[in-house]
């Protein structure tokens, strides 16, 4: 059977949880995962749990790190599988996620809820910045991105 790569968001955990914290990850690009594998441990404001492997594979990519904050639907993990029940889940673009690298202008840049707030608690207008790395989900600008620009500048 011929295989196909598949995005899998982060899960919803209901109406009133919209985030989740990456509290560890149990695999990394290029691992083989068999469904059911744990995968990672994630943390709703009401528990924490397992985050299994929705089906066999290859993981492509997993743009995640311990302590990162997910909005539901966001990008979780990248799959390479055979599994044709998951096909309503295939990559509409099929490549690579690509490496976290610093923004070319401020207004490309997607921010983290608590990226915003620590850099507006800073003092500093997250729609200007342009000197910041983007290296959370996604190419998001994350909290741990903000604290590194607040350290290089104190510097």
């Not at 441990?41 to 302590?67: C, H, M, N, Q």
């Not at 990008?75 to 070319?104: I, Q």
């Amino acid at each position: 059977m011929a295989t196909f790569i598949i995005d899998v968001p982060v899960p919803s955990m209901g109406a009133t949880v919209s985030e989740l914290i990456v509290v560890s990850l149990k695999t990394k690009p290029g691992d083989r995962v068999a469904k059911g594998q744990k995968i990672a441990e994630l943390e709703s404001d009401k528990s924490i749990f397992e985050y299994e492997a929705p089906a066999d594979g290859t993981v492509l990519a997993l743009p995640v790190k311990p302590g990162e904050v997910l909005q539901s639907g966001a990008l979780f993990l990248r799959l390479e599988t055979e599994d044709a029940s998951l096909r309503h889940l295939e990559s509409k673009t099929g490549a690579a996620v690509a490496a976290p690298t610093a923004a070319k202008s401020a207004a490309a840049l997607i921010w983290t809820p608590r990226a915003t707030k620590l850099a507006q608690e800073a003092g500093l207008d997250p729609a200007t910045l342009t000197d910041i790395e983007a290296t959370g989900p996604g190419g998001r600008v994350s909290g741990d991105d903000v604290a590194r620009l607040l350290a290089r500048r104190q510097a």
